[in-house]
């Protein structure tokens, strides 16, 4: 470990948790132990993910440590942005102002539902047969 300070945070979307660490530094962001554009090869994800950093100016002076669980790639990246964005309220709250009117501190709550007895899936219906 370093002797640097760090801030730490929980994000979250729909199924996916991200544990956030930033710290000073050049602005390397590392998920889950791999190099940002190796592990979200998309560019929407990686765009996501940098909107609070570039919002309060610290892209290229922060780093970013992520491991990340559960759900797909995006809301995986959508997790790290939330988680992101606490850390940085930790950090200094005079960033609170601008990150909540962004909107970046609201987590996404939608989940998937979960599977009913006697239905295919949580709402479909087997098939009805008259005869």
Same mark, same amino acid.
């Given at each position: 470990? /370093? #002797?640097?300070?760090?801030?730490?945070?929980?994000?979250r $979307?729909k199924?996916? !948790?991200a $544990?956030v660490?930033?710290?000073?530094?050049?602005?390397? @962001?590392?998920?889950?132990?791999?190099?940002?554009?190796?592990?979200?090869? $998309?560019?929407?994800?990686? =765009?996501?993910?940098?909107?609070? =950093?570039? =919002? !309060?100016? +610290?892209d290229?002076k922060?780093d @970013? %440590?992520? /491991?990340v669980? &559960?759900?797909?790639?995006?809301?995986?990246?959508?997790?790290?942005k *939330? &988680?992101?964005? $606490?850390?940085?309220?930790?950090? #200094?709250?005079? *960033?609170?102002?601008?990150?909540?009117?962004?909107? %970046? +501190?609201?987590r996404d709550?939608?989940?998937?539902?979960?599977?009913?007895?006697?239905?295919?899936?949580?709402?479909?219906?087997?098939?009805?047969?008259?005869?």
């Amino acid at each position: 470990m /370093s #002797d640097k300070v760090q801030y730490m945070a929980t994000g979250r $979307r729909k199924n996916s !948790v991200a $544990r956030v660490r930033i710290m000073a530094g050049e602005g390397r @962001v590392t998920v889950n132990a791999r190099a940002f554009n190796a592990y979200f090869p $998309r560019e929407c994800n990686r =765009l996501i993910i940098m909107q609070p =950093l570039e =919002l !309060v100016k +610290l892209d290229k002076k922060i780093d @970013v %440590f992520a /491991s990340v669980s &559960g759900g797909g790639l995006s809301g995986q990246a959508g997790a790290i942005k *939330h &988680g992101m964005a $606490r850390a940085l309220v930790k950090m #200094d709250a005079g *960033h609170k102002a601008a990150i909540k009117k962004a909107g %970046f +501190l609201t987590r996404d709550a939608r989940m998937r539902e979960r599977k009913k007895y006697g239905r295919r899936r949580a709402r479909r219906r087997f098939q009805f047969t008259k005869r």
